[in-house]
């Protein structure tokens, strides 16, 4: 395959087949329930479903874990660049202006109120690419299709991932986990702690679709397999010494540091008559 063309058949989201077949149900079922429930809501005459809902459900169903699938970027995100389209297609009469203008605005608000959801961006083009002239600005866009849609998006996705799928979403509902040996041990081994990774992170300066924790079990697994590669089947009879100098429950003390001395030990086992080790 030709350089240029490797890259288009990477697969961006490491998913097993389970969790695509899982991510795909999820999405027909989020729609399906939204388009049925919108129209029961708003009646026949209206408008069910905005375009952008289907790269939502992507995001929703097929990483619920990122940033941008939790519930203040997902509402926050379309509220805002629904809003901003709805303006611009109101008093920009030149359709590709007002149409790059929404973009442009819905980008820098997501941004600067934390809450960037990409399909947002074509949620602000919807009022845009409708062509309907209205006497105002359309504010009823913000409430039908916009705002029931993702109502009912909403309460989908949390009862389909949280419920459903024992998913932990939205992430902000999982409380944190306090810290266990296991997490001080890897701490120590590792020489990074949770913290320096949001340090890191924070410092960056760029968008990061990945959380913290992640990172660090990331890292974490990248040293286990570094070390694994390194030792190969090694086990502990590989490495383990032979003939080892041991001393008896009953030795003097005197008599034992003479012993680690003359064999320059710095520990030495102590066995019961059993011969087992007892300190």
């Known amino acids: 395959m030709r350089p240029s063309l490797r890259y288009l058949a990477i697969d961006p989201v490491s998913l097993s087949l389970k969790e695509k077949c899982i991510a795909t149900l999820a999405g027909f079922t989020a729609i399906f329930c939204t388009g049925l429930l919108t129209r029961f809501y708003a009646g026949e005459h209206m408008p069910t479903l905005v375009a952008s809902m ?30 901003v389209g709805v303006y611009c297609a109101f008093y920009i009469h030149d359709p590709i202006l007002a149409a790059a203008l929404a973009v442009g605005l819905a980008i820098w608000a997501m941004l600067m109120l934390r809450c960037l959801h990409p399909p947002g961006a074509a949620t602000a083009l919807a009022p845009i690419v409708n062509h309907a002239r209205h006497p105002g600005p359309d504010l009823d866009f913000l409430l039908i299709p916009v705002g029931v849609n993702l109502l009912f998006m909403l309460v989908l996705a949390v009862l389909i991932n949280r419920l459903i799928l024992r998913r932990d979403y939205p992430a902000q509902l999982s409380p944190p986990k306090p810290a266990t040996q296991q997490q001080a041990r890897t701490d120590k081994l ?90």
């Open 54 to 83: 289907g790269a939502s459900a992507v995001i929703l169903f097929a990483i619920p874990g990122s940033p941008l699938a939790q519930p203040w970027p997902f509402i926050g995100g379309q509220l805002l660049s629904a809003t």
């Open 190 to 279: 590792t020489g990074i702690s949770l913290r320096d990774i949001k340090q890191v992170t924070q410092a960056y300066g760029h968008f990061l679709d990945i959380g913290a924790d992640e990172l660090l079990q990331i890292y974490s697994r990248l040293q286990l397999q570094g070390f694994q590669k390194r030792t190969g089947k090694l086990i502990c009879g590989d490495i383990m010494q032979d003939n080892i100098v041991t001393a008896e429950y009953a030795t003097e003390v005197e008599a034992a540091w003479r012993l680690m001395h003359s064999r320059q030990l710095t520990v030495l086992p102590i066995l019961d008559r059993a011969r087992r080790v007892i300190g």
